[in-house]
């Protein structure tokens, strides 16, 4: 039996994997966004790279003002330091070079996580 967590919100019952399900089967860019601002708070370095692949996956539903937003700046910041902390997996890093690669120009992504990135590969 699955149990709600307070901190996932009402709209994510089931904790972790209901999460990573949610921003997994998104159908647009936009749906990640809002996972995005209403969930951050309970990301996790496999949620952070889930959303980044997510947003990349939809990078052409992605609006131009994501680039602007304090929720994807605050992943961002996030997922650089999972990065810098070695929580990443080589899927993760490889799911995280990825993305950021095909959004570093809708983004503009700081470089210093695709650094961190590949400082990990080398």
């Known amino acids: 039996m699955e149990r709600s967590t307070a901190r ?14 949610k921003l997994s089967k998104a159908r647009s860019a936009g749906e990640v966004l809002q996972t995005l601002q209403q969930h951050l708070s ?15 996956k939809h990078r052409r539903t992605l609006p ?4 602007g937003s304090r929720s994807v700046a605050s992943l ?3 997922q650089s330091l999972y990065l810098e902390s ?6 993760q890093l490889a799911n995280t070079l990825w993305a950021a690669a095909t959004l570093s120009e809708k983004l503009h992504l700081p470089l210093t996580m695709l650094d ?4 990990r590969v080398a």
């Open 86 to 91: 070695d929580r990443l997996d080589g899927r």
């Open 42 to 56: 309970a990301f996790d370095h496999i949620h952070t790279t889930t959303c980044l692949y997510a947003l990349a």
């Open 64 to 67: 131009d003002a994501a680039a």
């Open 76 to 78: 961002m910041k996030r």
């Open 8 to 21: 996932f919100g009402p709209a994510v019952s089931g904790g972790a994997r209901a999460l990573t399900a």
């Open 116 to 119: 961190a990135a590949t400082a």
